[in-house]
Nanobody, 126 residues
Framework: QVQLVESGGGLVQAGGSLRLSCTAS????????GGWFRQAPGKEREFVAALSWIADSTYYADSAKGRFTISRDNAKNTVYLQMNRLQPEDTAVYYC???????????????????WGQGTQVTVSS
């Protein structure tokens, strides 16, 4: 059974930073892609960032480029999302996801992932 547990959310002022963590059990991020998505109230879940297990390729939504960084610690089987220069529009529940061992995939698509964490709330005040 695969489980993903997120942590690191919270309340931060605009311009501040947070680092989200996603620790997996039952699957290793070193051989499966990890992704971060977010869902704001009344909106659909949207892609934020992904890290492929092949060549450690990274992918970012336009809204995340230059501000967010996705990374992985294989020893801890954990994927991180470092978020800098946060803005009120970044307020959302952030979800971690893991995909099957694809050699090529659309990592921005929700349907690429088969396991999801429970989500962690990020609130950015103005």
């Amino acid at each position: 059974q695969v489980q993903l547990v997120e942590s690191g959310g919270g309340l931060v002022q605009a311009g501040g930073s947070l680092r989200l963590s996603c620790t997996a059990s039952g699957r290793t991020f070193s051989s499966h892609a990890g992704g971060w998505f977010r869902q704001a109230p009344g909106k659909e879940r949207e892609f934020v960032a992904a890290l492929s297990w092949i060549a450690d390729s990274t992918y970012y939504a336009d809204s995340a480029k230059g501000r967010f960084t996705i990374s992985r610690d294989n020893a801890k089987n954990t994927v991180y999302l470092q978020m800098n220069r946060l803005q009120p529009e970044d307020t959302a529940v952030y979800y971690c996801a893991s995909s099957p061992q694809y050699y090529s995939a659309d990592y921005a698509s929700l349907t690429t992932y088969d396991y999801w964490g429970q989500g962690t709330q990020v609130t950015v005040s103005s």
